[in-house]
């Protein structure tokens, strides 16, 4: 089974060739952002919590999402593989990852970054807004949500390249160029 963690900033195409990998390899998804969006969709506590982070580009509390993760895994079930979206976001979740998934007899097989300029993102992000119907996806918190990016986020390419698990992968062009760029080192973990 392949544990593969699709990582990059805000806007830089994870949703999207997430879902392309799902239907190519029949793979389970976790988007972390989409759990809690449907926490605050359903009014749930959690989502009470998560909202006030998220309408501000915060990240949430790493414990908060560190359970969070552990119950959306466990409930998987068995499959070919899974794809983290959005999760590691920081050094701590990505040791817990790794913990997690030790305990389970398992590992993250590779770390697949989306490299995207900002000036492209921030006009990706724009654009999606007007669409997806995003709090989130507006000018202000989208700069917000780079900066935490950049700060809190971005460590982690070092982080899994001294796991000897990182892949960096030109995020822009063609949708399906791109995939192939992913499918290409999907095949050889
Ligand atoms: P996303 O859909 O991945 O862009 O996530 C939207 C928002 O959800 C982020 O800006 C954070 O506020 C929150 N979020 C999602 N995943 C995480 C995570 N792994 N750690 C902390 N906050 C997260």
Known sequence: MKNIVIFGAPGSGKGTQSDLLVEKYGFKHISTGDVLRGEIKNGTELGKTAKAYIDKGQLIPDSLMIDILATTYDALGNCEGVIFDGFPRTIPQAEALKEMLNERNSEVSGMLELQVPDEMLIERLINRGKTSGRADDNEETIKARL???????????????????????????????????????????
């Open 147 to 189: 900066e935490v990016y950049h700060n809190q986020t971005s460590p982690l390419a070092e982080w899994y390249e001294k796991e000897g698990k990182r892949h960096a992968i030109k995020g822009y062009g063609d949708i399906a160029e791109i995939n192939a760029r992913l499918c290409e080192v999907i095949d050889a973990l």
